[in-house]
């Protein structure tokens, strides 16, 4: 606090006229007994008040230990509103231009006068009882007086941590409480700021067992978490940081922080509160990606290579095979250096890196949270060289288990190629003979995941993964069996060759032996039949399944099974007609289930949905079936937007019937 001052004086009496109109306009009334007057730039120090123009009377800094006492005074005589402070050899007066000016220093001065009292008493060893009463004082005045003060609070936090650090006794859960019941209405009142951070982090540091701050920041971390967007502040990201690190340090550990994040999330189903997922998330994934820098952690170690292998270079040795199987050493070292970095890293970042994960995989627990967290957490969201580490994708393991896990094709999906590649049974990281890997790609290929993509995703294993899913099919992996017969049953394998290699695969299994004569002696896989089938009204998905069980439908290209009960439970037959052109489902009890599979095998042309159970999202699947000309959406939920992506996106398009939909009113 810095502000201008007039000063008078008439023998023992000093008198202070504030003359900065910044916080006090200068006022300077007909006071006919002063004498002298000089102007001072004084400031509220921590020990005392100082001028920037120590001359006469402000020569030496007014200590706060020399003050007796301080008290407003009115001066009737010209209403002068002034403030009076009285030492062992005079009184100094310091005046206001109003009484609430002079009542804002008055509080200035004797908060600061208490600052120094609390110190002076703590730095002499006083009873705990003692310094939680000063304490209160000071935190009474800082909420009920006006202050001329802008950092009172973090002036009290610096106070509390240092009493922490010379205090044991505040351990014990009755001054424990007493303490954090003093601090909470000030850590409420007053806005977390970097300064705030840095006080929390130097104690955190100095003290990373204690309780207290735990239970004073709670408040303010839950609403960073919850109202504030921690990548637009990376300083409330290390608050974050660090406060879940000293909740790790808790005599529970880990339960510590599982029981916070459980408390942040609250007791409903549906967190209410939009940011906290990505806060956290956030946070986890910029202390693994800290953890693991490439400057800090890989840059050490290829330094040192180099270094070596260049003295191996430069060295003269009589023996030169020696020399170079030394040099030949450092080659292969040197290439597997990504797969090194718990050799480099010390027990303490590790240590940060496990904690992280373990946040993320206490928030995987939340089904709520769980599609946001697997959209997040991509293998493009850590540094390339960290998948290759055998350590953190062991610790990922669990969490990807969960997503397979998932009914939810928002959370499926996420399962991209990318996680594909990274626990491939042929990368040096799968420890687990293709496990994660089959339930990867179970997961994906679930009816509806991949609505309209199927042949796609198929293609893509055919042609990156199909050496490994023909090893892990040979060794009785049902999930791969399921996939080459797939691939098989749909046409995705073009050369002979990878055909033969595939029946070979398959027939080396008793079980995929007996899948491949299944697939070949299927009725729908003859050529033969006839090309239009209807079946009777009112019938049902066992009636379907009578009429195709016998002879070959393969021939099959128009299907009407309109006024009908036959429900998603038949689709499986009807996606097998690989010739079928046209399809009647209205009046039937098809859903958005059985949609999104027809549309992973099959591509129509003409396709009647009248009256049936689809919504707008499955509705919207049909973007897969390109050669459609004719669509008949007529009685259903379909929107406007849905119909005019469908007529972008389905260039062969001739005809839509969309009577008695919304979208029909605006178009």
């Keep these: 606090m810095s502000n201008k001052f007039d000063l008078f004086s008439e023998g023992q009496l000093k008198v202070c006229i504030l003359s900065n109109t ?64 009285s030492t062992d050899t005079c009184s100094y007066w310091l005046q206001a231009p109003n009484a609430y000016e002079r009542d804002c220093l008055f509080y200035s001065i004797n908060w600061k006068m208490n600052v120094y009292k609390f110190n002076v008493k703590l730095n002499n060893s006083m009873k705990p009882k003692e310094l939680i009463q000063e304490l209160k004082v000071l935190a009474s005045l800082t909420l009920t007086c006006p202050l001329c ?25 009755i001054l424990h409480e007493e303490l954090v019941s003093i601090l909470i209405p000030l850590v409420d009142r007053y806005q977390c700021s970097p300064k705030i951070c840095d006080a929390f982090k130097k104690n955190y540091h100095q003290s990373p067992h204690s309780t207290i701050v735990i239970s004073l920041f709670k408040p303010t971390i839950q609403d960073i978490l919850r109202h504030k967007d921690c990548k637009r502040w990376p300083w409330m990201k290390t608050f974050v940081f660090e406060y879940i690190r000293a909740l790790n340090c808790q005599s529970n550990g880990i339960e510590s922080v599982c029981n916070f994040i459980r408390s942040v999330h609250g007791p409903v189903s ?14 986890c994934l910029s202390a693994i990606n800290t953890c693991f820098s490439t400057k800090d952690v890989l840059g050490k170690k290829v330094t040192s290579l180099n270094q070596q292998q260049n003295m191996a270079a430069n060295t003269i040795t009589l023996d030169k095979e020696v020399a170079e199987n030394n040099l030949d050493t450092m080659q292969v070292v040197s290439a597997d250096v990504k797969n090194t970095y718990s050799v480099i890293m010390d027990e303490e970042k590790w240590e940060t890196v496990v904690l992280f994960v373990e946040v993320l995989k206490e928030v995987s627990g939340f089904r709520d949270w769980l599609p946001g967290l697997a959209c997040a957490l991509q293998p493009g969201s850590f540094p390339s060289e960290t998948m290759t580490n055998k350590q953190l994708t062991s610790l990922l393991y669990p969490l990807l288990e969960r997503f397979t896990e998932d009914d939810r094709e928002s959370v499926v999906k996420c399962l991209s190629y990318s996680w594909l590649s990274v626990y491939s049974p042929d990368r040096s990281v799968c420890e687990d003979n293709g496990k994660l890997f089959s339930k990867m790609v179970a997961a994906l290929l679930k009816p509806g995941i991949l609505a309209g993509k199927m042949k796609k995703f198929l293609a893509t294993l055919a042609e990156t993964y199909l050496q490994v899913i023909m090893m ?65 009204s009112s019938s049902v998905d066992s009636d379907l399944q009578a009429a195709f069980k016998t002879g070959s439908r393969d021939n099959l290209e128009h299907l009407d099974l309109s006024s009908t009960h036959v429900t998603s439970e038949s689709i499986d037959i009807i996606r097998r007609l690989r010739n079928l052109r046209q399809l009647n489902l ?41 050669n459609l000309k004719y669509l008949n959406l007529n009685s259903t939920e379909v929107n406007y937007c849905t119909v005019t992506n469908l007529k972008k996106n389905l260039p062969n398009l001739l005809e839509m019937n969309i009577d008695y939909t919304e979208a029909s009113v605006w178009i």
């Design 22 to 85: 910044s916080i006090f306009q200068k006022l300077l009334h007909h006071i006919r007994p002063l004498r002298r007057r000089e102007v001072h730039e004084i400031s509220l120090n921590q020990d005392e008040i100082t001028s920037k123009s120590p001359t006469a009377f402000f020569c030496k800094p007014l200590s706060f230990s020399s003050m007796l006492h301080v008290k407003p005074v009115d001066v009737k005589r010209g209403s002068i509103n002034c403030v009076k402070i």
């Design 472 to 536: 892990l099919a040979s060794r009785e992996n049902v999930v791969m069996i399921k996939v080459l017969r797939e691939m098989l049953n749909i046409g995705i394998l073009t050369d002979e060759k990878e055909k033969q290699n595939v029946v070979s695969a398959l027939c080396s299994t008793p079980s995929g032996e007996k899948t491949f004569k299944e697939l070949e002696s299927h009725p729908l896989t003859k050529k033969t039949g006839p090309k239009s089938f209807t079946l009777a």
């Design 149 to 173: 003060i802008d950092d009172t609070f973090q002036v009290l936090l610096d106070l509390v941590f240092c009493l922490l650090s010379q205090k044991s006794e505040f351990t014990k859960s």
């Design 586 to 626: 209205s009046g039937t009890n098809i859903d958005d289930k059985g949609l999104r599979i027809l549309c992973d095998y099959l591509n129509l042309e003409s396709l009647n949905l009248r009256e049936t159970m689809v919504t707008n999202e499955g509705i919207a699947c049909l973007e897969a079936m390109t």
């Design 270 to 283: 549906q967190c209410p509160h939009v940011l906290l997922l990505n806060n956290l998330v956030a946070v």
